[in-house]
């Protein structure tokens, strides 16, 4: 078993997470999001959801990971035995193993655009460019096979570097490094920003919350955005959290993980905002707004090639720290149940996952259209893919706070958070209800027909099947109480 190891130190967990949760999602989705649906009232509803259902599935999976103390798909198996419960609950670790799985196949190959950029930056490549230049520039990025192949291989490379030296030399130091480097590297271009941009516009933008202006799409998006950016139902907090010392505080931890990412979002969000506002250019671009709309500013301002550069660096780092999470998972599976060295089984996850992206690679030129997965689904191999983590990552969390909901007595949870007895009964609550509610909600929402409404149809099934499980756990866990 490989998780006899635990973190060097109290903060590494937290470091761990927040490397985890601070990524793509920060830096890329969470601007062009807010940006798409008017800022500030996005923003307030994205918060709440954070502390009514994010930071208590965030605790729930936390929990799991550290009272099993094993890989998610081990430690569900160990934890299904101990209670005494259906081993259907162990659906929750293969869920998230799949979901960090397919995540990293299309993650690497997104996050090497980024390498592409840094490279353009630092040697003037989009100096002096006009709008239909770089829109023309990211266009022939996409229709390029042999370059996504080549920067989806040196990403999943370096990633997969760290995790297979192991907790402590790999993902410990890897992490001690990057993650200051990131915050000084993103205060670094707030600055910048600050300076050159319209922060004022920036800030108004960001912070006049006009609840009216949003949509209900805009809402599910703002509950969505909140529960992936926490890195929720795919394994890797459930993971990470196998190696926390049993002293932390959950609570503490949870809420500081919370903030720290949803600071980042913030910061990122005024530095991206400030330079598109002082460009006079459309904050509503959407996906195209780092990799289109930025570079654009960065051209207009002055020693903007350089900051662009370290920019794109930046978002290079985020994404490692992430993808390191999303190895972890199946890799720690592997060594646990076939006793692999660790190299052995990074390995194996990351040549079986890097396949995988070159179906994403490929939905972009040559698989664009006229597929097996245009005439049965109506996308790409990466929409289908990203379809498929659309529905595992919030059904993984649905069932993660159920199963902590109902299943952990009251003495366990307690000896766990280290907590009192009011806020043990508000997460309680939330985990059991409010949490729950919600992420069926926004996953019901949010999947798109399939074949009418076949997933949805499903996804209702499952999730009454697993209210009414959780239902067999109230009169034992009642009498202790």
Not at 107 to 132: F, K, N, P, Q, R
């Amino acid at each position: 078993m490989s998780t006899h190891n635990v973190w060097t130190h109290k903060g590494t967990f937290l470091l761990a997470a927040v490397g985890s949760a601070v990524g793509l999602g920060n830096l890329w989705r969470f601007p062009y999001l807010t940006g798409e649906n008017g800022g500030g009232a996005f923003i307030l509803v994205y918060a709440l959801t954070i502390f009514a259902v994010g930071i208590p599935i965030l605790i729930a999976e936390i929990m799991l990971g550290r009272n099993s103390r094993r890989s998610p798909i081990m430690g569900m198996r160990f934890l299904t035995r101990t209670h005494k419960t259906s081993r259907a609950w162990e659906s929750i670790g293969w869920l998230g193993a799949a979901s960090a799985f397919l995540i990293l196949s299309f993650y690497s190959v997104i996050a090497g655009w980024a390498i592409h950029y840094t490279g353009l930056m630092l040697t003037g490549g989009m100096t002096e460019i006009d709008a239909a230049g770089a829109r023309q520039s990211f266009d022939d990025l996409l229709a390029s096979p042999s370059l996504l192949t080549l920067y989806h291989t040196l990403f999943i490379a370096a990633s997969a570097l760290i995790v297979a030296l192991g907790i402590h030399k790999g993902i410990e130091n890897g992490l001690r490094l990057l993650m200051p480097s990131l915050f000084v590297i993103l205060l670094v271009v707030l600055g910048y920003g600050a300076i050159v941009g319209d922060i004022g516009a920036a800030a108004g933008f960001l912070f006049t919350f006009n609840l009216a202006d949003l949509s209900l799409e805009g809402w599910l998006q703002a509950m969505g955005q909140s529960f992936f950016t926490l890195s929720l139902g795919m394994g890797a907090i459930m993971a990470y959290g196998a190696y926390m010392p049993g002293e932390s505080s959950l609570t503490r931890t949870a809420f500081a993980i919370a903030i720290v990412d949803t600071a980042v979002a913030m910061v990122a969000g005024l530095a991206i905002f400030s330079l598109v506002f002082g460009s006079g250019l459309n904050p509503g671009e959407g996906p195209g707004l780092m990799f289109v709309t930025l570079p654009l500013a960065f051209a207009e301002m002055p020693g903007g090639a350089l900051v662009g550069g370290v920019f794109f660096i930046l978002v290079l780092g985020a994404a490692i720290s992430s993808s390191i999470s999303l190895i972890e998972p199946v890799a720690a599976f592997l060594v646990e149940r076939f006793d692999m060295t660790r190299p052995q089984a990074v390995t194996i996850m990351v040549i079986a996952s890097w396949a995988l992206g070159l179906l994403t690679v490929v939905s972009f030129n040559l698989w664009a259209e006229g597929t097996i997965f245009h005439a049965l689904f109506g996308r790409s191999a990466f929409g289908f893919i990203e379809l498929l983590t659309n529905i595992f990552m919030p059904l993984g969390g649905l069932l993660i706070a159920l199963f902590a909901g109902w299943a952990l007595t009251h003495s366990e949870v307690m000896k766990e958070m280290h907590t009192n007895e009011r806020w043990f009964l508000s997460w309680r609550f939330l985990v059991r209800f409010v949490a729950p509610a919600a992420v069926a909600f926004v996953f019901l929402r949010s999947i798109p027909q399939v074949e009418g409404y076949l997933i949805p149809a499903i996804g209702a099934m499952v999730i009454v099947g697993a209210f009414a499980a959780g239902r067999t756990f109230l009169a034992d866990d009642s009498q202790e109480l």
